[in-house]
């Protein structure tokens, strides 16, 4: 919600379905966007400590080899670690951008309604 305040702020009242419309869109490929990158970090750091730790996770269960499922479970934590490290880095990020880009200030309401023209 305070996202969404944030983005139609200043926007007229006859363009924030426009508006709204955009961040909904923003948000959906932000979300996809997002996830893919972090799947990407997380695989690459999975790969890095053990190649192909996932299917060497579902290897070593069939065999029911612990040493392996020990290493393949070891470089998949890794990997997901990696991703929630750069998620938090992506965030402070973020964070640092909306507080230095963002200057949304209290609007002052006219008496009288906009005028809405239909057609």
């Known amino acids: 919600m305070p996202m969404t305040l944030g983005a139609v702020t ?3 009242h006859h363009e924030t379905g426009i508006a709204s ?3 909904n869109t923003a948000q959906q490929i932000g979300g996809a966007f997002g996830l893919a990158i972090l ?3 997380s695989t690459f750091a999975a790969n890095d ?3 192909k730790a996932a299917s060497a996770l579902y ?3 069939a065999a029911k080899d612990s040493s392996l499922i020990t290493k393949a479970s070891d470089a998949l934590t890794h990997g997901y670690s990696m991703a929630f490290t750069a998620a938090g880095a992506m965030f402070l990020a973020a964070l640092a951008v909306t ?3 963002v200057n949304a200030r209290k609007q002052q309401h006219s008496q009288n ?3 809405i023209h239909l057609g």
Do not use: N
Request: no cysteine; hydrophobic share 45%; proline share 14%.
């Open 113 to 115: 309604p906009p005028t």
């Open 10 to 12: 200043a926007v007229q």
């Open 21 to 23: 419309a955009l961040l």
């Open 49 to 51: 400590q053990l190649p």
């Open 99 to 101: 507080t230095t880009a």
């Open 39 to 41: 799947s990407t970090i």
């Open 59 to 61: 290897q070593g269960l």
